[in-house]
């Protein structure tokens, strides 16, 4: 079974500034793909950003990019100029290929102070 | 484009009785997930279907839990009879097909309370 474990709980930034999430995970497949997903306040979830394993390249969304070291089977998030409407629970979540569940960690909160 | 549509958004039962959680998911989507998010957990997939054929229910509590997709389309999700642990938000969702490339979109979700 997959784990994924985000080891902070609560985060919070100034707005304007940058923050960064942990994400590591533990498996021993080698094709698998790496997701974050905000789910704000209202509750609905939604996705920031996808990672696949076989990419070295690190993935960008806009203010939103990661660090992926295989190796070490880390997956970071970092927020980039803080906006008051990132606060949310970010989630860290990891999906193998052959039957495409996603395994979710505990989540961590994200608090942006004006 | 209308999103993942679930019903009702609060519900407080009593233990022992029985729930029904609905899910319209957006138009076109083969695949349906209901996920289970207890307070302070990330969501844990409970039974993922593939138009009205489940994929997946390996972490779904078949004693008590059951769920279904009539025409591949709506799907409902019961619980009886209903526990304290079954406290938590029921999340669904749905993605165009199965596989890597599908966003799954979440609901808004329904808050159940077991009291």
């Known amino acids: 079974a997959q784990t994924v474990t985000q080891s902070q709980p609560e985060m919070s930034v100034q707005e304007a500034e940058t923050v960064t999430l942990s994400c590591t995970y533990d498996?021993?497949?080698?094709?698998?793909?790496l997701f974050w997903y905000k789910q704000p306040p209202s509750r609905q979830m939604i996705l920031v950003i996808r990672?696949?394993?076989?990419?070295?390249q690190n993935a960008t969304e806009n203010r939103f990019s990661v660090n992926f070291q295989k190796a070490a089977k880390s997956f970071s998030l970092k927020i980039s100029d803080s906006q008051l409407g990132d606060t949310a629970m970010y989630f860290c979540?990891?999906?193998?290929?052959?039957?495409?569940?996603?395994?979710f960690g505990a989540g961590t909160t994200v608090t942006v102070r004006a | 484009e209308a999103g993942v549509a679930q019903s009702p958004r609060y519900k407080i039962i009593e233990k022992r009785q029985s729930v029904a959680f609905w899910c319209n998911p957006i138009?076109?989507?083969?695949?349906l997930y209901w996920y289970q998010q207890i307070l302070g957990q990330g969501p844990k997939l409970l039974i993922q279907?593939?138009?009205?054929?489940?994929?997946?229910d390996s972490q779904l509590p078949k004693d008590r839990f059951s769920a279904e997709r009539l025409k591949g389309v709506d799907s409902t999700l019961k619980i009886q009879p209903a526990k304290l642990e079954d406290s938590a938000v029921y999340l669904c969702?749905?993605?165009?097909?199965?596989?890597?490339?599908?966003?799954?979109?979440f609901g808004p979700g329904t808050r159940l309370t077991v009291t």
């Open positions: 990672q696949e394993a076989y990419k070295q």
């Open positions: 498996t021993s497949e080698n094709n698998y793909y």
């Open positions: 279907f593939q138009n009205n054929g489940v994929v997946d």
């Open positions: 969702a749905s993605s165009l097909d199965r596989g890597t490339l599908y966003e799954q979109y």
């Open positions: 138009s076109g989507h083969a695949t």
């Open positions: 979540a990891f999906m193998r290929a052959p039957d495409y569940k996603l395994s």
